[in-house]
């Protein structure tokens, strides 16, 4: 939990609240269904909810955003995003359903309100939305393909373009080079100072047409 008060220093006490909760709430479900491995389930704060939050450094989502947490697995980035922000709305997805259960639980157990939870296959998901947000699912080019559908062209209303902010690691020219004359990648440890983010990146692309 100091991990998140170090960064974001303007929380309410509510949001300070619900980021309590979940260290408790995570261990207790991931004995029952396993969603984080267990030599990481003490990492929970700095690898799975801080590295979720990292979206926020790279866009502020104004009120009344709609994103879409494409693979959220256990809830990330989508339920440590919610918390941070209250007046946009969240959708998840992931086609596993204990994975959705544990999401479920966790984000009815600490009370968010702007979250709707779906156990699916993404290419089936109708929803517009202003931003696809993932961590670590699939290559760029398929959630692209997968996903561009689902981003709303009108009525935009962020700092950027409506589009794609998905957390990735390692090694990533191959794997974005149709896409560097659009893309921005973001070094996660000009965020974050732990040596775990040394590596992690983040990739916003924003939705072109094409």
């Known amino acids: 939990m100091e991990s998140i008060l170090k960064y974001f220093t303007n929380l309410t006490e509510n949001q300070k609240c619900q980021f309590s909760k979940l260290d408790a709430l995570y261990k207790d479900w991931n004995n029952k269904i396993n ?16 590295h979720s939050l990292t979206v926020s450094k790279v866009l502020k989502f104004t009120p009344g955003t709609e994103v879409m947490d494409i693979g959220t697995g256990g809830g990330f980035p989508g339920i440590p995003l919610a918390i941070l922000f ?42 517009k939305v202003d931003f696809v947000v993932s961590r670590a699912v699939m290559p760029l080019e398929n959630i692209i393909k997968l996903t561009s559908k689902n981003i709303r062209t009108k009525n935009q209303h962020n700092a950027l373009p409506n589009g794609w902010i998905c957390l990735k690691g390692g090694e990533l020219d191959r794997e974005i080079e149709k896409y560097k004359s659009i893309a921005s990648v973001f070094e996660v440890s000009d965020f974050f100072e732990e040596e775990y983010f040394q590596t992690k990146k983040v990739v916003y692309l924003p939705y072109t047409g094409k």
């Open 35 to 50: 969603v984080i491995s267990r030599k990481d389930i003490e990492n929970l704060y700095e690898h799975h909810i801080l």
């Open 86 to 127: 209250p007046e946009s709305r969240f959708i998840l997805v992931d086609s596993i359903g204990k994975k959705i259960k544990v999401a479920t639980e966790v984000a009815q157990s600490i009370g968010l309100k702007n979250i709707s939870l779906y156990q699916n296959r993404i290419e089936n998901m109708t929803n």
